[in-house]
């Protein structure tokens, strides 16, 4: 049993406890961060610069990549996404001022600013394309290439960034909700799934990308409390999935099922979620432990270069928060050592990439 004392404290207070409905409802737009011309300048310049030093994107990082206005402004931001609510939208990115390289180079290297890039895949991919890659749908198909429909999850990194490029010719509108909400409903209508969330471990499949000599699978918990923060690692979805084509992997009880239908319908009642369009040049940065977010299906152009397309990336903090101390197993896992190169291209500790 997990030794989280998760029981002692009452609901969580924080600006990062919201609904959709309240925000909306404020009319409050301090969560956008609108660029000015001179920010976009800069970017602008930095891309510039960049390009004429023949760097690879791999090779940019705040030192290479200066913004002497807006790189400050993105501290703040990463403190907001941490200490604040928990998102924010960055609005009026270059998109119609340099060609698809250079905008991926100005996505990423703003990013850099906020936090260090993981790879996001076994093929190291630092920058992710999520757009819909087939006209057949494939159960096996990851849904970020697809244009189904996503429920809410989280991605089990420190921040996710999301660049709108294109947006659908219909539907595809950005969800979030506040875990730490859902947390707080779960806790007062069913304390007995509540308990279930923070204390049964959640048997993640490597998915053929087990380090050597290890199980093909690691234990986490999808609630973690500890020091006053609540952590959340929610792939329900992913994990039901799991049940079902891995053989190997433990089983979960029917009360774990049960608790994540009920959170995850908790998250979808009417005036929890916070519904956002993306239009081009739109990017949206999420605490990932604290925000779930969800996609609507969509329809899409028939033209190739006027398909929906967002650019991702998935960062790790550059300012140490820690999580609870018995909140999963990977640390074992991956050694004292806490290094596989398939998964990060920087030598992080291991409570900042985990």
Known sequence: MSS??????????????????????????????????????????????????????????????????????????????????????????????????????????????????LAQSTKNDILGDVRDETTVHDVNLRGYTSNVELDFHNDCVDIVGLHCVRAAKKGGASRIVSALAVHNVLM?????????????????????????????????????????????RWLPGTLLRFQQQVPELPRMSAELAEAFAVAQEIANRDGMALDMNFRPGDIQYLSDGQIWHARTAFEDYEEPDRRRHLLRVWLSRYFQVRPAPDSDNVGDTLGDAAVSPRRRIYPVPLYDTW
């Open 4 to 117: 989280i004392s998760y029981m002692a404290v009452g609901p969580l207070e924080s600006p990062a406890v919201w609904t959709g409905r309240e925000i909306v409802e404020s009319g409050e737009t301090d969560w956008v961060h609108e660029l000015s011309g001179l920010e976009i300048a800069e970017v602008l310049q930095a891309v510039a610069r960049v390009r004429a030093r023949g760097l690879d994107i791999a090779e940019i990082a705040p030192r290479n990549f200066e913004l002497p206005r807006l790189g400050p402004i993105m501290k703040r931001i990463g403190r907001e996404l941490e200490f604040g609510r928990g998102f924010k939208l960055v609005r009026g990115f270059p998109v119609d001022e340099l060609d698809h390289a250079g905008l991926r180079l100005a996505y990423f290297g703003l990013s850099t600013h906020l936090g260090i890039p």
């Open 188 to 232: 007062a209508e069913r304390p007995d799934l509540f308990r279930v969330l923070h204390e049964e471990p959640c048997y993640y499949y490597w998915q053929n990308d087990a380090p050597a000599g290890q199980l093909p699978y690691y234990w986490y918990r999808a609630f973690s409390y500890f020091e006053g923060r609540l952590t959340t």
